[in-house]
């Protein structure tokens, strides 16, 4: 909890305040995010899965025989099944998490439906990419990172996280990449601030976390969950808004929000052709090929090494 606690103070201290939006996935965020992704309004999971249907047996030619696919941030691999009963000869599956419990959960679930493949989990966080066995077999390595979390990542950490994931899988090897698409407002924000309030118990869960674990004294009651679509950056921002004027305590520190002032907890930025062309290239990638699905758009980017 070292980790969190800094990162919290270092948040908290910042102006605007803000934390990762990867201390969102305790026990009781992940249940509440697989709850957000079967709601109408949030169509990202209901669509890519979708597509990745359509698609996947599509680049089976240029994915190639006894392939090794690499999951960065697998959770509970659900969507890695599409690509498993696609690719029949697939030599072995590496699942990477920062959740040893789901990352054991995940392979022992797949393990038993699919007994003959070598699969081999590795823990580590995906902004920090752990090396793969040195065992593996010798085929072409395919990343996988679905569900648009590259956008989650600001433009620096997604550059480095894609520059990172090609010294990892090496020279011969391709990347499929799942992102979200530019759409109007009203179907973005309703995504993200759905009716039920999932996503905002999903937001308000990080402070239930920080109380718990680190002692702070957060208000629940007097925060709010607000989310809104930034057209400037093309991206939709959730805040954690105070609702009136408040003293926050964690150990020895005390951190001050005024009314309406916030803590920025997540980014969900959406691209465009161009805006993706911009961000693979910078990571050492090129776009092979761009796959968009029905309306709600979201698109499967397959990336080759850059020449």
């Given amino acids: 909890m070292q980790t969190f606690r800094s990162d919290l103070i270092e948040g908290l201290s910042a102006s605007p305040k803000s934390l990762s939006p990867k201390w969102f996935y305790d026990a009781e965020g992940s249940r509440l995010f697989e709850e957000i992704t079967r709601l109408d309004a949030y169509y990202p999971t ?19 025989p006894e392939a090794v696919l690499v999951e960065l941030g697998s959770g509970a691999s659900e969507k890695t099944r599409i690509l498993l009963d696609a690719i029949s000869d697939l030599a072995a599956y590496v699942p990477l998490d920062i959740s040893v419990t789901a990352l054991n959960a ?39 990172f679905p569900g648009s979390t590259i956008g989650n990542l600001d433009t620096n950490a997604a550059i480095e ?31 993200y601030d759905d009716q039920q309030g999932v ?29 809104v679509w930034n057209e400037a950056e093309a991206r ?11 003293t926050v305590k964690l150990d020895n520190h005390r951190f001050h929000f005024k009314a309406g002032e916030t803590l920025h907890t997540e980014n969900s930025r959406k691209f465009d052709r161009a805006r993706l062309v911009e961000l693979v290239e910078a990571g050492g990638w090129a776009l092979a090929d761009m796959r968009v699905s029905t309306a709600p758009y979201v698109a499967l980017a397959l990336l080759k090494p850059k020449e």
């Fill in 199 to 227: 996503t905002a118990a999903f937001n308000v869960n990080l402070l239930h976390r920080a109380n718990r674990e680190l002692g702070t004294d957060f208000d629940i009651n007097s925060f709010r969950h607000h989310a």
């Fill in 46 to 64: 209901r669509q890519e899965t979708a597509l990745l249907r359509q698609t996947i047996p599509l680049w089976l030619d240029l994915i190639g």
């Fill in 161 to 191: 996280l894609l520059a990172a994931s090609r010294r990892m899988l090496g020279h011969n090897s391709l990347f499929i990449l799942g992102v979200d698409l530019i759409k109007d407002r009203d179907t973005l924000e309703a995504a």
């Fill in 106 to 144: 995940a392979a022992d679930a797949l393990r038993d439906d699919y007994p003959e493949l070598d699969i081999r989990p590795v823990s580590g966080d995906f902004e920090h990419l752990p090396d793969l066995p040195a065992d593996l077999p010798t085929g072409r390595r395919i990343g996988f």
């Fill in 236 to 246: 939709i921002e959730m805040h954690l808004e105070s609702l009136k004027d408040q």
